[in-house]
């Protein structure tokens, strides 16, 4: 199995910063792309960041402020969050679509999610 696991959630002030981290473990052959999507209270989950093939895509609303990197050797996908705003309050969940070491599938996998809440 493929699990996704988030961190560095929290609690900052508007216009503070926060910096999220991804990592996964499992029987892991390759992951295509590595992103993050946010979920608020009452909303859709959306898009946040994807990284794939080293090219990265922003929704419109984060694009200057957050920055995605990924670490493909470790499997891991980073979310640096800056000049954080109220309405980026939500809860944020890694994902990543791939194959497992033992499917010849594709298959989309998602963290439990990390909440995030900026709020003086």
């Known amino acids: 199995q493929v699990q996704l696991v988030e961190s560095g959630g929290g609690l900052v002030q508007p216009g503070g910063s926060l910096s999220l981290s991804c990592a996964a473990s499992?029987?892991?052959?390759?992951?295509?792309?590595m992103g993050w999507y946010r979920q608020a209270p009452g909303k859709q989950r959306e898009l946040v960041a994807i990284i794939s093939s080293g090219t990265t895509n922003y929704v419109d609303s984060v694009r200057g402020r957050f920055t995605i990197s990924r670490d493909s050797a470790k499997n891991a996908v980073y979310l640096q969050m800056n000049s954080l705003k109220p309405e980026d309050t939500a809860i944020y969940y890694c994902y990543a679509h791939g194959r497992w070491r033992y499917s010849a599938n594709t298959e989309d996998y998602w963290g439990r999610g990390t909440q995030v809440t900026v709020s003086s």
């Open positions: 499992g029987n892991i052959f390759s992951f295509n792309a």
